[in-house]
């Protein structure tokens, strides 16, 4: 079997299916395969199986540019982007160069070669595959998805009811009038909450502190009067375009006055939930918002079952589990049959995959991201990492689109590799994220760098991004050609 390709994209979700895209427009001459290590396309919509799962950003500009999103609810659950997902790899012939079950485990760089050798572990777990490539697209998220996080609570083992993850939600799960604790307050946990009162006997979220919550409907009247008037496509442009300066104007003002909105958000919040219900503590974050992501909860959900007291908040640390549920350091008890730890993500750089130069192990953290796709001593290699403070969608789209630029440059010029180079000796260095989320905190060692002057930059903006990726010079005396 012939496992050469030209370009080789790891991760069949997403950022993966908008890879292969970009490649099959831009890039009609190159072969290419989608190594995908789990038994099923979609990435994070397949993996995630709790109850109410959703987007917690609008479809429209989580949706891909080059597909139009016409369901009528643009906060959609996990299965409707399913299906649009596999809508999208059939429309555009996708799937046949899709292989399931592929686990890359290393990638050597071979700089006499200008190739990528990489190991793979198949369905068959004593098979190891060797395929090989000139450029590598990481489209592998930023997680692991073999597990989440979850701290080390004492007394964990004490527990007789049932303790789990969100990430590993058993099939089936009866909840049926349980008395449910979900630890945390991010969107996993303001999405299992108003979903999970609908049945059980009583859901407690419990946060260490407050999270900044944002009621918003989960269709979009005008969005929706556009696809009933206009032609699919141009509604989709108007709708995306729509969406894409709003998050850009309401971000720049929550950034310039925060103190302000702020206070403004807070209101919001103490309106949903009536005048006697205590706000400064529950919901009073001590941070300033897009500090950590604003919390989306659709047609207020979280906040009605709060009113009507099938769901309550606890703002409280956790001295250690018990027998029956969880003891608290002020002293209270909560009782619990089913404890959800809703506590974050495990990051994972690059998908987790061993990579080496020319027999040099790489140490990512020493690189330094060039135009948020590419990296600072690392040839042939791009990753497709979305924004943090809009729709993920977005940046992945313009990551595929600048490699295509790249691979095309390069082929009419005869070269066979290329290179960031960073090599201005007064360049700053600072944290590749600058995100007070705990899953990004814990592993920021871990992740590349970024420089205080551009391309070296991360600008989180769309619009300057797309300036930048879509008319930038390739061979702009920084990115090295052999």
């Known amino acids: 079997m012939n496992n050469y390709f030209d370009v080789l994209i790891i991760g069949a979700g997403i950022s993966g299916i908008s890879a292969a895209y970009y490649l099959q427009r831009d890039c009609p001459g190159k072969s290419y395969a989608i190594l995908e290590g789990r038994k099923k396309l979609g990435g994070t919509w397949d993996l995630f199986k709790y109850p109410g799962v959703r987007s917690d950003s609008d479809m429209y500009t989580l949706g891909f540019a080059f597909r139009p999103w016409t369901d009528p609810k643009a906060i959609a659950d996990g299965p409707s982007i399913m299906k649009y997902l596999h809508e999208t790899v059939d429309e555009f012939n996708i799937r046949q160069h899709i292989r399931l079950e592929h686990h890359v485990v290393s990638a050597a760089w071979s700089s006499q070669d200008a190739l990528w050798t990489l190991e793979v572990q198949t369905s068959d777990a004593d098979q190891t595959v060797t395929y090989t490539c000139n450029f590598l697209s990481m489209c592998s998220g930023y ?17 007789e009811g049932q303790l789990l993850h969100p990430q590993k939600w058993p099939e089936g799960l009866n909840y049926d009038n349980q008395q449910i604790v979900v630890i945390g307050s991010g969107a996993t946990a303001v999405t299992i909450v108003p979903e999970m009162a609908k049945r059980a006997g009583h859901v407690v979220m419990l946060q260490r502190s407050p999270t900044y919550v944002v009621s918003g409907p989960d269709e979009d009247w005008i969005a929706n009067l556009c696809n009933r008037i206009l032609p699919s496509k141009l509604a989709y442009a108007l709708n995306r375009w729509r969406k894409i300066l709003f998050q850009r104007f309401s971000y720049a003002l929550l950034r310039k006055y925060p103190e302000k909105m702020k206070q403004g958000l807070i209101k919001k919040a103490a309106k949903e939930l009536g005048p006697d219900y205590d706000v400064e503590t529950h919901f009073t974050p001590k941070y300033n918002p897009w500090d950590e992501r604003l919390c989306l909860v ?47 993500l495990d990051l994972l750089v690059l998908g987790g995959i061993r ?29 497709a990492f979305g924004y943090t403070n809009a729709s993920w969608t977005l ?9 295509c630029r790249v691979l095309n440059h390069m082929q009419a010029r005869g070269y066979r590799q290329c290179t960031p180079r960073q090599n201005d000796p007064d360049m700053e260095l600072n944290d590749w994220l600058d995100f007070t989320s705990g899953y990004i905190r814990r592993k920021i060692h871990l992740l590349p760098r970024q420089g205080n002057k ?29």
């Open 143 to 159: 997680y692991n998805y073999e597990h989440g996080y979850t701290p080390d609570f004492q007394g964990m083992e004490d527990f």
């Open 395 to 403: 940046k992945c789209d313009l990551s595929n689109q600048y490699v």
């Open 298 to 344: 659709p047609n207020g959900d979280l906040f009605k079952v709060i009113r009507e007291g099938k769901a309550s908040v606890v703002t409280d640390h956790i001295e250690r589990f018990t027998t029956k549920g969880l003891l608290l350091k002020s002293g209270k008890e909560l009782e619990a049959d089913i404890i959800i730890t809703a506590t974050g």
């Open 355 to 383: 990579f080496s130069i020319d027999g040099s192990p790489v140490d990512v953290s020493k690189s330094v991201s060039y135009k948020a796709t590419m990296f600072s001593d690392i040839p042939n290699l791009a990753l």
């Open 454 to 482: 551009k391309p070296w930059k991360l600008a989180q903006n769309y619009l300057y991004d797309r300036k930048l990726i879509r008319k930038s010079q390739i061979d702009d005396g920084i990115l090295e050609f052999l």
